[in-house]
Nanobody, 115 residues
């Protein structure tokens, strides 16, 4: 079992920045990459950014150049730096990882961007 706890969400004006963090605990030795997903109201959950165990990253086109995913292996934490936020970035952001063939999700943290 892997537990994921997100933090850092909140309310910000358009053009502002937020930094999300996700701390992993439990059976973390088998973790195979970590990522951020988001789900807006009435929308499907979508990929935001991924980072694998080698540090390679992948971003959704909608956030490229604005968001940066990073990983602190010593602290088993992944961060998502979000700059130049837009109202359409408003969503609940979820941390996800895969370990031992199972997918684990955090509880989510809400990000609201006002226009």
């Amino acid at each position: 079992q892997v537990q994921l706890v997100e933090s850092g969400g909140g309310l910000v004006q358009a053009g502002g920045s937020l930094r999300l963090s996700c701390a992993a605990s439990g059976s973390i030795f088998g973790i195979n990459g970590m990522g951020w997903f988001r789900q807006g109201s009435g929308k499907q959950r979508e990929l935001v950014a991924l980072i694998n165990n080698s540090g390679d990253t992948n971003y959704a086109d909608s956030v490229k150049g604005r968001f940066t995913i990073s990983r602190d292996n010593a602290k088993d934490t992944v961060h998502l730096q979000m700059n130049s936020l837009k109202p359409e970035d408003t969503a609940v952001y979820f941390c996800r990882t895969v370990a031992g063939g199972y997918v684990f999700w955090g509880q989510g943290t809400r990000v609201t961007v006002s226009s």
